[in-house]
């Protein structure tokens, strides 16, 4: 499918709405915190599936942010941003990685210039996630 201008922008400016964001990850609770945190002020896609978030990207959805979870059982967060990555390098912009275990953490998270938050979320600052993807910083913890 070819691309167009419209996948650089972020979704909120393509159609003025609240945020968009799409949540990953294999918790089923955390995901459930998102979507009623953020009630009202967010349009949050939550899903335990990557073949489900990388199949909305394929067929065009676009987010103003993607929140992924570093550690899931099928595909793993990194692998599943390298997949978002060959369909739309703007989209794999606005990922930011999820993982509590930073001294533990991958390498291949170290070498990606994405911004990564720590699991557990602190919610209150969600509006940073947000922020043009060159505003958060290489490896910027967003929240601790």
Known sequence: MPRTDLD???YSEVRPSMPRLLVVDDELLLLEAFEVA???RVDVLTTVDPYEALARIDTGERYDAILLDVRMPE??????YER???????QARR???????????DDRL????NATLRK????SRIDELFAAPDQRGRSRMLSS
């Open 84 to 90: 978002i990555a060959s369909i739309s390098p703007a």
């Open 95 to 105: 990922v930011v990685f999820m993982t509590a275990a930073f001294s533990s953490g």
């Open 75 to 80: 595909m793993d967060g990194i692998e599943l």
């Open 120 to 123: 557990p979320v602190d919610l």
């Open 110 to 113: 170290s070498t990606l210039e």
């Open 38 to 40: 953020l009630v009202g």
């Open 8 to 10: 650089r922008a972020p």
